[in-house]
């Protein structure tokens, strides 16, 4: 009996070794995992800083007004291209499409819309037509 319960025992150890490496190893696969994946946010960050920094060049307004001079051929403004907000047109009215709609079907008829439960008002019922 004793010796049975010695191979019980040793066979747990055993076992809880084998368990205890296991874990071990697997630590340490997701631990590189981590330190990879920080590598690379790290790169990452450091590409998002380089392309800032290149936008940021070539976005310079001497550039831009350079840039701007040579390919849109633009004119100066003339005193006749103003105009006041009064010359302006008045804007049209909008129309409501699905309502002009509606009116050609007939639906588009006065509602009722139920009260509060908790006011003295009455909600509106149906009523049979009496013969």
Known sequence: MIRLLHI??????????????????????????????????QREREAIAVLQAEWQYLDRPDRLQEAADKHLDLQPLKIQQLARLSDLPNRPSR?????????????????????????????????TPKR
Not at 18 to 28: E, F, P, Q, V
Not at 98 to 122: F, H, M, Q, V, Y
Request: hydrophobic share 35%; charged share 25%.
């Open 8 to 41: 019980i025992a040793i066979s747990a150890l055993i076992a809880s070794a084998g368990y205890a490496y296991s874990i071990k190893y697997d630590t340490l696969y997701y631990a590189e995992q981590v330190a990879k994946l920080k590598s690379k946010l």
């Open 95 to 127: 129309e409501d499409e699905i309502g002009r709609k509606l009116e050609a079907l007939g639906l588009l008829g006065p509602t009722s819309t139920p009260k509060d439960k908790n006011s003295d008002a009455r909600t509106p019922t149906t009523q």
